[in-house]
């Protein structure tokens, strides 16, 4: 079973995301609120995916992208972005993010998206 | 200043003259996918000339344009570079501008509009030129995103990005991939790129699958010309140059006075050869002497005809770009043929020319070709083919427009002609050639479609009209699913006729000399009569039907029991008839004058003539028009 770490400082959008994995049989081994959370709980995890908030206190989505990428260049990171933030999503896929969904999504969408990187 | 007046006319002549042949020639890449050095060379040339000529006539903004191009396609030239698709379309569109602004050279001084734009888009080109230069593979790129999965004009860019990794991205569409506006027509209708790499198509393709929401994506190679370095440049140069036509510019005025003068001629050596041959005693020396006055005029005519005559090629190049850019629009693909370009008609009719055809080509591409998709399910070719032909026909030019769409709507027509009263619903059987006319009445349109080009599908009226006005007719035959013929025949304008003098109940007709086919004396028993009353003689087995002048025209209590003199008349190849008249006089040149206003509503008894003359002895004499008479046959017969 593939394994996801979830990225999200609101709860409403954590647990939303994973049931949507857990319905379509990831298993969610991690959550972090933040950036700096995101990145310890990676070196022990090492999820196969990882769904990245953008803004978030601490520790931004996009940093905490390059901080993993530096340590795993070849880690499953998806951006989840709103729009508003086409800069910000435009340098993370420069980084190295795998691709990015735009809220609000549905889990067709989400799922079509995870797919593609297996 | 009047020496720069007339500069200035030239270099107008000569700078249109040189854009039409370069939007020519970039068509002709275009649809050939094949230029060479050759082609190059000259289309630089056009650039260079035109830049030279407008700096001399201190057209700055002109000759920055020019140059612009004259730089891209020299370096092209030089380093032996592929011509992309971005050049002819920014190529065309400095001619269309130079086109549409020419006309503003003489009040401002230099062209109306802003040119940065465009010069700077020149620019990017040949920056991205040079920075580009080599042997690899072009490629068209597609790509459509997942529906819904938003920020398109960021997954393009990020698309665009992946692709510079392994490629030189030289263009994308649209143009800016960044926007509100970009992202909505990317969401729709996707994104597309112009690459250069020496990967393969199917690992780019790869590649792109691994983009996140790419629901299709396709890459097809794009294929570019393949030129070669010049060599001997200047040996070209000096051929270029003899090859070169010297032309100059005549104010079209002086043209028409002078064939005026040309009539007047002709009709003041008829009246001095009547004269003449009455006064004096009829000498071989006099008869000689006229003779070689006659073929003199003749030549002179014939001279000034023909500086008015322009091959009919003028209008058809122009319908090219007009197919273009519409079914470039329409998605259609669409193949433009001409025969009988070179066919050349007086420039009065070619201007009026253009409006007609253009309309007719419109209705083609809009409303005649099918879609891609609908072609191919009726196996038919997916590539439309629509045929501009011209020729001269029995003192006729015949224009054709032919296409291979979907044909008219036989019953679509019928039931909007019934709905607007223009038929009544009949028990009489009506034929195709009827209905389709009724496509040119005034409003008459059975689809609603309106789109830049084709407004609201009318235009046939228009047609008509324009026709009409030139005197000649519309002809439409058309068949479901296999196409749509409309044939515009128009007379040459020769203003002066040769035709053969017959008189019939005293009244004195010109038959142009070549529609005539056979003249004959009448045998009673070669003329029949249908039930109806009409006609017909019987000439080697095959029916013709038979016009008696006398009854025709004059007096139909006109008791006539004298033998008659018939002459066969061919109006086109497939429509031949007769004419019974009296009496046959000699040939003559006439000029052509038409009715006055207060006799054109007389149709009825005007009808098959074209116009009258006044003969040497003072005169006058009616001049049958062979077409029309056919029609006004044509017309008695269905009815």
């Known amino acids: ?118 | 200043m009047k020496k720069e007046e007339s500069l200035f006319d030239i270099f107008l002549y000569e700078t249109t003259h040189l854009l039409d042949e370069m939007e020519t020639k970039l068509l002709e890449a275009e649809s050939n996918k094949r230029t060479n050095k050759e082609w190059i060379d000259n289309v630089f040339r056009i650039m260079h000339t035109i830049k030279g000529s407008s700096a001399m006539l201190n057209f700055k903004k002109l000759s920055e344009l020019s140059h612009g191009l004259e730089d891209v396609y020299s370096f092209i030239r030089d380093n032996n570079i592929e011509l992309t698709s971005e050049i002819i379309d920014i190529s065309l569109e400095v001619v269309s501008f130079i086109k549409n602004e020419i006309e503003t050279l003489e009040e401002n001084g230099d062209l109306g509009k802003d040119i940065t734009p465009l010069k700077n888009r020149i620019k990017l080109i040949f920056e991205n030129l040079k920075n580009f230069k080599g042997k690899k593979s072009n490629y068209k790129v597609k790509i459509k995103f997942k529906k819904d999965c938003m920020m398109e004009d960021i997954r393009a860019l990020d698309a665009k990005n992946k692709l510079e990794k392994i490629s030189k991205v030289l263009e994308t569409f649209p143009t800016i991939l960044k926007g509100p506006d970009s992202c909505k027509e990317i969401s729709e209708k996707g994104v597309s790129f112009l690459v250069n790499s020496d990967f393969k198509e199917s690992e780019i393709n790869n590649m792109l699958k691994k983009i996140l929401f790419v629901e299709k994506s396709s890459v097809t190679p794009y294929e570019f010309k393949d030129l070669k370095k010049v060599e001997e440049e200047e040996e070209e140069e000096i051929e270029d140059i003899k090859d070169r036509k010297h032309y100059i510019s005549v104010d079209v005025n002086k043209l028409d006075n002078l064939l005026n003068t040309v009539i007047e001629l002709v009709t003041s050596r008829a009246v001095l050869e009547d004269r003449v041959l009455k006064e004096f005693n009829k000498s071989e020396e006099i008869e000689n002497l006229f003779y070689n006055l006659n073929e003199r005029i003749k030549e002179l005519q014939e001279n000034v005809m023909e500086i008015r005559m322009l091959p009919i090629n003028r209008v058809f190049s122009s319908m090219k770009r007009l197919v273009r850019d519409m079914s470039k629009n329409e998605n259609k693909k669409i193949e433009l043929k001409f025969v009988g370009e070179e066919t050349e008609v007086d420039k009065n009719i070619i201007e009026d020319l253009y409006n007609p055809i253009m309309h007719i080509i419109r209705n083609a591409v809009d409303h005649g070709i099918e879609s891609r998709e609908t072609r191919e399910n009726l196996g038919k070719s997916s590539v439309g083919t629509i045929i501009l032909k011209a020729k001269t026909e029995g003192g006729n030019i015949i224009i054709s427009i032919c296409d291979d769409g979907k044909g008219l709507d036989r019953k679509a027509i019928l039931n909007k002609a019934i709905d607007k009263g223009y038929i009544k619903k009949s028990n009489r059987e009506i034929t195709d050639k009827e209905i389709y006319s009724l496509i040119m009445k005034p409003g008459f349109s059975t689809t609603e479609t309106i789109n830049e080009y084709s407004g609201r599908g009318v235009g046939m009226d228009i047609v008509y009209e324009d026709v009409k006005k030139l005197g000649g007719v519309v002809k439409i035959d058309s068949k479901e699913n296999t196409g749509t013929t409309i044939d515009l025949i128009i007379p040459l304008t020769l203003s002066i006729v040769s035709g053969i003098k017959i008189i019939s109940n005293n009244i004195s007709y010109i038959v142009p000399i070549n529609s005539m086919k056979l003249i004959f004396k009448e045998k009673r028993e070669d003329i029949v009569k249908d039930t109806n009353g009409n006609m017909f003689i019987v000439i080697d087995n095959i029916n013709y039907p038979l016009i008696n002048l006398n009854s025709y025209y004059a007096d139909s209590n006109y008791i006539d029991n004298r033998n008659k003199i018939i002459m066969l008349i061919e109006a086109s190849e497939e429509e031949k008839f007769a004419i019974a008249f009296d009496e046959i006089g000699g040939e003559y040149q006439v000029v052509v004058k038409t009715f006055p206003k207060y006799l054109k509503k007389c149709t009825k008894s005007l009808r098959g003539l074209s116009g009258c003359t006044t003969m040497g002895d003072g005169t006058i004499s009616y001049i049958v028009d062979v077409t029309g008479l056919a029609l006004e046959l044509n017309k008695k017969v269905s009815e």
Not at chain 1, 18 to 40: C, I, Q, S, T
Not at chain 1, 52 to 71: R, T, W, Y
């Open chain 1, 1 to 118: 079973m593939k394994t996801v770490m979830i990225v999200d400082d609101a709860l409403f959008m954590r647990k939303t995301i994973k049931k949507m994995f857990e319905r379509a049989g990831y298993e969610v081994v991690a959550e972090a609120e933040n950036g700096k959370e995101a990145l310890d709980k990676y070196m022990t995890k090492k999820p196969d995916v990882i769904t990245m908030d953008i803004a978030m206190p601490v520790m931004d989505g996009l940093l905490s992208l390059k901080e993993i990428l530096k340590i795993d260049e070849t880690a499953n990171v998806l951006m989840v972005s709103a729009i508003g933030q086409e800069e910000l999503v435009g340098e993370a896929l420069a980084c190295g993010a795998k691709g990015f969904i735009v809220k609000p999504f549905t889990e067709e969408l989400l799922m079509s998206a995870v797919d593609q990187l297996f």
